[in-house]
């Protein structure tokens, strides 16, 4: 299937990007890697009327770390984060989950996150961590929390005319960090997704931050009351099922409910015992 016709225009500029995505409003689409708006495209989910290439705007692609933070530009591939040595290492264990190498070669850390599909690795690993993004627009920049950024399924709190330019990922030096998941086929979207960064202090956890994803409509942080404990098997175990226990879960195409809820207590609780082992 082919998408509707669209004007394609490819500014040299990030100036002359955000005066063609203000200038056409929402009938404009960014296109950085594509790999999340083509097959939408092609579905006729999207009908934009024009599209505006990044592809050629300098300065976009570049990954550096700087006051505990490691910034990720908007035409940074997937596959090159993954293989940097400053990214941080929840990511670096989320990142192989992310579809194929095929597409993480083209596909953008940024465009995932701002495509905010509830079952995408990186926006849940953005949330855990902290992090944040950069947006431009015509009229200036803004940074947006993480917590702050996702609403609902593929909804943000991006207005119109505003392009995520950087993402920010707090690297959390001596954290203990997990990413879990489990799909019906390597590369699928999770059915369940889970992650957890301790930061742990004379044996007990100092700081916890535990995040799901796939079973909810946005990637979300969960309260666990770690804070104080020293985590065992049996503690993982019933935090897993206290997160899981008062989610409203529906059947669906690949996993009843119960089976979703089920798979969802046991990955939170391998993330808070991987990461409590790295941390401790």
């Not at 990007?17 to 200038?23: K, S």
């Not at 596959?79 to 579809?99: I, N, Q």
């Not at 992090?131 to 991006?158: K, N, P, Q």
């Not at 330019?165 to 489990?182: H, I, K, Q």
Request: charged letters at 25%; glycine letters at 8%; proline letters at 5%.
């Amino acid at each position: 299937m082919k998408p509707p016709p669209f004007e394609l225009l490819r500014p040299e500029s990030l100036e002359e990007a955000l005066a063609a995505l203000a200038e056409h409003g929402d009938d404009a689409k960014p296109l950085a890697g594509g790999q999340s708006l083509i097959p939408v495209l092609n579905m006729r989910l999207l009908r934009p009327s024009v599209l505006v290439d990044l592809n050629r705007i300098a300065g976009l692609d570049a990954i550096a770390r700087e006051n505990g933070h490691v910034r990720v530009g908007a035409l940074v591939r997937q596959r090159a984060l993954e293989r940097h040595l400053d990214a941080p290492a929840l990511v670096r264990g989320a990142l192989p989950f992310v579809g194929h190498v095929v597409t993480r070669n083209r596909g953008t850390v940024c465009g995932s996150v701002a495509h905010a599909d509830p079952a995408a690795e990186l926006p849940l690993c953005l949330v855990v961590l902290g992090g944040s993004v950069v947006v431009a627009s015509a009229v200036g920049r803004r940074e947006i929390a993480a917590d702050d950024l996702f609403l609902a399924h593929f909804t943000t709190t991006l207005q119109t005319g505003e392009l995520v330019v950087e993402s920010r990922w707090p690297v959390l030096d001596g954290w203990g960090v997990a990413f879990e998941e489990l799909a019906q086929r390597h590369g699928d979207y999770g059915l369940s997704v889970a992650a957890a960064a301790l930061r742990v202090e004379d044996g007990r956890v100092a700081e916890a931050r535990v995040g799901i994803g796939s079973v909810v409509h946005r990637p979300l942080l969960v309260e666990t009351a770690l804070e104080g404990e020293t985590v065992t098997s049996e503690l993982a175990r019933e935090i897993g099922e206290r997160v899981a226990a008062p989610l409203e879960l529906y059947d669906n195409l690949h996993a009843p409910a119960e089976y979703q809820r089920r798979l969802t207590a046991v990955l939170v609780a391998r993330a808070v015992e991987r990461a409590w082992e790295q941390a401790a």
